[in-house]
């Protein structure tokens, strides 16, 4: 009897670590596939789950898997909307956001530069480089207004108002960027053109 108590503690304990990392990496290549991810960042969502093992043990895989790509993914200069990852997975949107936060605090990974999501959002919906640098322009001179805003709106905002408010470019945009329509327009209502 003792011999079975012994068994399940040694299965339970030393191969737990393999097991939980097989089902994290498990829900980590479905997502990628689902969300069209390049193969450079999921390996470095890999080597973060392998890093931070004890941070993002404690959430179910899915979760855990859906942070650390949205974290990897700006880690590798690729910014994504969490959206583009959430549609791909049946993962609560509030625990991915703490488990990326928390890994975003061990990492002192920053925020990715304004730049990065404006040019993300223009090759999505197909803008052209007159509109991406006068977007831009329009964000370097609202640095205020917009600190602390969500970037992708604040890009999406941008692009829009660069772009002289084009209502069929408004709805693609939204789309592009995971948010709403009235989310951009508010944001454009705060920038001075």
Known sequence: MQWFRLARFHRETLHGFERRLAKIGGELRRIRECAGLPQHVVEEAEALVKRYFDLVAGFPPEVAAVAVLWTAAKAAG?????????????????????????????????????????KTLAARVNLPAAVVKAAVEILKRNRRVLAGKNPWVSAAAALWLASFKKLGLLKALAEAAGTTTASIRNAAKRMKV
Not at 89 to 96: C, G
Not at 97 to 113: D, I, N, T
């Open 78 to 118: 690729a910014p994504r909307p969490l959206e583009d990852f959430l549609k791909c997975s049946k993962a609560d949107e509030s625990r991915v956001r703490r488990v990326a936060w928390r890994l975003k605090e061990v990492m002192k990974l920053g925020r990715r530069p304004i730049e990065d999501y404006v």
